[in-house]
């Protein structure tokens, strides 16, 4: 009997937090370092909010509330979900939580076992796959293709689909890719579900990045297509559209009143509730007329910081980049890159015990930030299972656009720098 169970080894990470040690230890050297690493907003939480939360305090509404949600909050994103969706929605079926990250988990606790598939979109965002081998279930990652802008059709999804799908994540806006559906492609997405799944299959439709599109894109959800309306969960937060990824207020819409009960359970044997007065500033922000002028300000300087960080990396020999049309990531080809600097012949050459733990993109990622003071991710950061052809890197533009530029001409010297990524691979730290 050892001090771990056997499943405490079967959940995964979020690369994006194991990088903030490296970062702080270079920091600590007192190096440089161009954080394009964490999804997070460089924007304060809007003002009316801020006071808001804190009037709540001073309220004293700091106590234990309603384990699913405080009913003023639950109203104001059943109203927001059914004016956007036009669906109909209602707050007996709103479950809070704290954060966009819980309902992952718990959905997939609560539908799946052994036997059961998890479908999910490769590229995504990494906690979709870590948590399938946790709960016993069988994975069954889609790799999304750049020469379809990495969204998903419904002929690739059928590929996959089985007698044992269970839960399908679908994430539009997505992470890392900022891959965007039409009204089209969620109809044949909703069609082919409905007609090649069991009646009780799910639809996790991560929804986090709803406010952040670029060139006049509207989010679609598929939730909107009446096939697959009481098969969908809608999640989605506050962390991303009001800059708040400390307040950790997130919700999901769920098809029926019985399965929001299920999880209001949980969320007291996890967590018995989530802060109240935190609640109360998100009820708020989606109410407020002041939200929408707060969110677009944010998105411009997102889309100007698009365009520029684009514009550069494809002025790298060896980069290629789409430019994205949502989220406040870019998703770069790095693999002429990879080739131009020796990646993929320094990785081929590494003791055979080694390899599995890293990746040619990975090389280049801790090249780029030992070396020229660049955090990015990896491409699987973003999905491990079947990544090895795939050679990406995700940069965060949610940093300051000064920073930006620099971190750009840090990248195109990199990219020069042969002899610099030689050394560095003979000193043999930091390959993974």
């Known amino acids: 009997m050892g001090l771990y169970s056997d499943r405490a080894g079967l959940i995964d990470s979020e690369n994006a937090f194991k990088v903030g040690p490296y970062i702080r230890a270079l920091e600590a050297q007192g190096r440089e370092v161009i954080k394009c690493n964490i999804g997070e907003p460089d924007f304060p939480v809007p003002a009316f909010i801020k006071e808001e939360v804190k009037r709540q305090i001073d309220l004293d509404n700091t106590h234990y509330c309603d384990p699913q949600g405080l009913p003023s909050l639950r109203a104001a994103i059943a109203k927001q979900i059914a004016e956007t969706r036009g669906v109909a929605a209602e707050a007996e079926r709103v479950v809070v939580f704290p ?5 992952i988990g718990l959905c997939q606790q609560t539908y799946c076992g052994p036997g059961d598939e998890v479908v999910y979109p490769s590229p995504g965002f990494p906690i979709y796959e870590s948590f399938v081998p946790y709960v016993g279930a069988t994975p069954v990652p889609i790799h999304l293709k750049e020469e379809n802008e990495f969204s998903l ?18 994430n539009f806006p997505s992470n890392p890719t900022g891959g965007v559906a039409s009204p089209e492609q969620l109809a044949e997405l ?9 009646e009780e299959v799910r639809i996790f439709s991560d929804e986090i990045y709803e406010h952040i599109l670029f060139d006049g894109e509207r989010h679609r959800s598929i939730i909107s297509c009446p096939e697959v309306e009481r098969n969908t969960i809608i999640v989605s937060g ?25 999880f209001k359970n949980l969320n ?9 007065y935190n609640q109360e500033g998100v009820r708020l922000g989606l109410e407020s007329p002041e939200a929408p002028a707060a969110i677009r300000e944010m998105v411009e300087t997102f889309r100007m910081r698009r365009d520029l960080v684009v514009a550069g990396l494809n002025a790298v020999p060896g980069i290629r980049c789409l430019k994205p049309k949502a989220t406040f990531y870019v998703f770069p080809n790095v693999e002429g890159l990879c080739r131009d600097l020796g990646i993929f012949d320094a990785y081929e050459s590494l003791p055979a015990q080694l390899r599995p733990r890293t990746s040619p993109s990975t090389l280049l990622q801790m090249f780029l930030l030992f070396v020229h003071g660049v955090a990015t991710l990896d491409r699987k950061s973003f999905g491990r299972i079947g990544a090895e052809p795939y050679h990406y890197l995700r940069l965060s533009i949610a940093t300051g656009t000064e920073e930006l530029k620099k971190g750009l001409a840090r990248i195109a010297e990199a990219a020069r720098d042969r002899q610099g990524f030689r050394r560095f691979v003979d000193a043999g730290e930091h390959l993974f």
């Open 190 to 198: 909703a069609r082919l579900i409905r007609s090649r799944c069991r």
């Open 153 to 170: 059709s419904a002929a690739e999804l059928a590929t996959v689909l089985t007698a044992r799908t269970k839960l399908i994540f679908l």
């Open 99 to 103: 954060g966009g990250k819980p309902p």
């Open 268 to 276: 007291i044997n996890y967590f018995s509730c989530t802060a109240a």
């Open 238 to 262: 506050a962390s991303k559209s009001f800059a708040w990824t400390g307040g950790r207020i997130g919700w999901a819409l769920f098809p029926t009143r019985e399965e929001a009960e299920v």
